[in-house]
């Protein structure tokens, strides 16, 4: 085991960016996935963005106040004109006098200040972006969810990976062993050149599974590494025991699927959805606004709005309503279409609901035959090594048959690779069923 662990080390070890291992067990590679992967950090601005949204509509009630500024020349004067009667009421009525009036500069300068008093959209508008917010928390709930999934996923599967290449090098030692004795025994004339083909054969069958080993394990490194936001060039030791991990996995999961972080989201979108309606029928009702405008006005023949001449003020306020009136139907279609989708989500949430429940059922039947497929196949494992260190000995002391061996061989093996994908099946069930009950944070 010493050898697979030194050659693993160096793999990891990259040239010229080597940098200090770390070691993590499952519960610190999960703390550390919470703080550094970026989709937590996302999840995180995605809240932040929900409270400043509500920050948004609340600014949509408070007063409003703009200055503005003009500043106008006139290259030509605007005409004017009016009838030649106004002076003359003898004159024709189509008779006109043409002047041009007016000042060649003119400068303005106005606050204005508005105040929202009512709009049912508002209020809807300040409810819904509470809800936003609340929904971004859900979210936050579940994208640590899906965060420590692939993290416990990950690592039960890195740990198989590292129990199997310590399997498969173990293998490759005896095998190797073996052969080496073989070929004495052809010096001596005591086997044939075939016997010893057929050992050779195994030797090398049980080298390249130990090198896909190897592979397997570095890439479930890899793997968990990109899971827990780790970087790719450092070197990532595994506490954490298969056999640790076993007990972990044969701790009964106890929960309810009302625990499960999905029906909360359901029921604020459902929420959502009434405020929408709301909203919606909000439209019909006449909304209320106030507003103050003080102004100052200044027109010069000359561009001298700096010196001690008069600016001419203006001040006034008033009251703005607006009422719906007609718009052709829209209103009702729009309406319609809100209550739709809020009875879409209410029958979405029982459809959710039946299938949680369908899915804990599965997985708990799944969970149950996974335990006992990998009882049998452990067993199945001790018996096939057992078996193979026996047709061993005998070939030891010249009793055995280098055929049976090989044989022997295989068959371990594909007792082992059915053990590995019996613990992986646990494994599996076991982190479903705690996500459906929303218990990942506490495994």
């Not at 610190?28 to 995180?44: C, G, V």
């Not at 001419?312 to 809100?338: C, D, E, H």
């Not at 371990?412 to 019996?422: D, F, G, P, R, V």
Request: net charge neutral; aromatic share 10%; hydrophobic share 40%.
């Amino acid at each position: 085991m010493k050898s697979i662990v030194a050659i693993l080390m160096i793999v990891f070890i990259s040239k010229g960016n080597a940098q200090v291992a770390r070691s993590f067990s499952l519960l610190e590679a999960k703390e550390y996935a919470l703080k550094n992967h970026t989709k937590i950090t996302n999840a995180a601005l995605e809240y932040d963005k929900s409270v400043n949204k509500k920050k948004e509509y609340l600014a949509a009630g408070m007063p409003e106040a703009n200055i503005t500024g003009a500043f106008n020349q006139f290259l030509n004067l605007p005409v004017q004109v009016l009838p030649v009667s106004f002076f003359n009421p003898g004159a024709p009525e189509d008779e006109v006098i043409a002047f041009r009036a007016g000042t060649e500069f003119n400068s303005s300068a106005s606050l204005q200040v508005n105040q929202l008093l009512f709009d049912g959209s508002y209020f809807v508008g300040i409810e819904a972006s509470k809800l936003l917010i609340k929904l971004q928390n859900i979210q936050k709930t579940r994208t640590n969810e899906e965060v420590l999934f692939a993290v416990i996923d990950a690592y039960h599967i890195a740990c198989v990976a590292k129990e199997n290449s310590g399997f498969a090098d173990s293998i490759y030692r005896i095998t190797a062993n073996i052969e080496a004795k073989q070929k004495s025994y052809l010096e001596l004339g005591l086997i044939t050149k075939e016997e010893l083909d057929q050992i050779t054969y195994a030797v090398l069958s049980a080298k390249n599974a130990f090198e896909n080993a190897i592979l397997q394990t570095n890439n479930a490194i890899a793997l968990l590494k990109y899971s827990m936001g780790f970087p790719q060039d450092s070197v990532l030791i595994l506490s954490n025991t298969l056999n640790e991990l076993d007990q972990m996995a044969s701790q009964i999961s106890i929960g309810s699927i009302e625990d499960n972080s999905v029906l909360p989201l359901l029921l604020t979108q459902m929420e959502l959805s009434e405020c929408d309606v709301r909203n919606n029928k909000a439209g019909y009702l006449p909304s209320f606004s106030a507003y103050f405008q003080q102004s100052y006005n200044a027109y010069r023949t000359s561009f001298d709005f700096f010196d001690d001449k008069p600016w001419y003020s203006q001040t006034n306020w008033g009251l703005q309503m607006k009422i719906p009136v007609f718009a052709g139907g829209r209103g009702r279609a729009v309406v319609k279409q809100s209550e739709i989708r809020l009875m879409q989500d209410a029958n979405n949430f029982e459809l959710t609901k039946q299938g949680l429940r369908l899915q804990e059922v599965q997985l708990k039947n799944t969970l149950a035959s996974a335990i006992k497929k990998r009882t049998l196949q452990k067993e199945n494992i001790v018996l096939a090594e057992r078996i193979y260190r026996n047709a061993i000995k005998k070939e030891a002391i010249g009793n055995g048959n280098n055929v049976i061996v090989t044989q022997k061989l295989n068959q371990l093996m594909m007792a082992q690779a059915e053990y590995t994908a019996s613990l992986m099946e646990v494994y599996r069930s076991k982190i479903e069923l705690d996500k459906l009950y929303n218990k990942l944070n506490l495994n």
